[in-house]
């Protein structure tokens, strides 16, 4: 069975701090590793991972993938009020009858006080 | 910009009610898939559609159905609603690679 899990499941910090969420995947047939933000409101796309050791950025935001040890981080530094959300990490799988279904973890949720 | 839209973002129904929950978007996507969301669960995948009038069993479909009529449009049924039904639902469509874009959900409330 396939299964994605991230931790911590909440994590509460002050503004400045910087956070590493983590999502470790047991898959068959691996293709992606995507993660989102959800405030209260839908899940907002912020990166999708294929390759391994290739980082991918976006402001303060970065993740990573190591496709050999199956996991991916997700890095916040400088983090502000407004990265308070649960941050949700997906994985993809290849095969035609796939789809493009997404196997998804429980989420972390991130408070972040002033 | 990719836009999935949710016919309504709360609703209060009674137990035994069917409910129609739908779902549009506007970029000629193929694959459309239903979520719901629950404390400490994540999201569940209720069913999904590949095609118009394609529609396959995710991981939780018991007391729903769907249906996809239409490309643009993917309608979640809840045949006799009960109360652990309530729920956040989330409907997503997906681009060519393995991005799912989500709608703005519907936060149900079975009495």
């Known amino acids: 069975e396939d299964k994605v899990v991230q931790s911590p499941l909440s994590l509460v910090v002050h503004e400045g701090d910087t956070v590493t969420l983590n999502c470790s995947y047991e898959?068959?047939?691996?293709?992606?590793l995507l993660w989102y933000k959800q405030e209260k409101k839908a899940p907002t796309f912020l990166f999708m991972l294929?390759?391994?050791?290739i980082e991918k950025k976006s402001g303060r935001l970065s993740s990573i993938l190591d496709k050999k040890e199956l996991f991916s981080i997700l890095n916040i530094t400088a983090t502000q009020t407004g990265d308070s959300a649960i941050y949700l990490c997906?994985?993809?799988?290849?095969?035609?009858?796939?789809?493009?279904?997404?196997?998804f973890g429980q989420g972390t949720i991130l408070t972040v006080h002033p | 910009d990719v836009k999935v839209t949710q016919s309504s973002r709360y609703l209060v129904k009674r137990t035994g009610e069917k409910v129609f929950l739908e779902c549009v978007q506007d970029?000629?996507?193929?694959?459309m898939f239903w979520y719901r969301q629950d404390p400490g669960l994540g999201l569940r995948l209720i069913y999904f559609?590949?095609?118009?009038?394609?529609?396959e069993k995710g991981d939780i479909p018991e007391g729903y159905s769907v249906s996809r009529e239409k490309k643009e449009r993917f309608s979640l049924i809840l045949e006799s609603a009960s109360t652990n039904q309530t729920s956040m639902y989330l409907c997503?469509?997906?681009?060519?690679?393995?991005?799912?874009?989500f709608g703005p959900g519907t936060r149900l409330t079975v009495l």
């Open positions: 997503a469509s997906r681009t060519s690679t393995d991005t799912q874009y």
């Open positions: 898959v068959t047939n691996f293709r992606s």
């Open positions: 294929t390759s391994s050791g």
């Open positions: 997906a994985v993809g799988k290849a095969g035609g009858t796939s789809y493009g279904k997404l196997t």
């Open positions: 970029m000629d996507h193929e694959n």
């Open positions: 559609s590949y095609d118009v009038k394609m529609k």
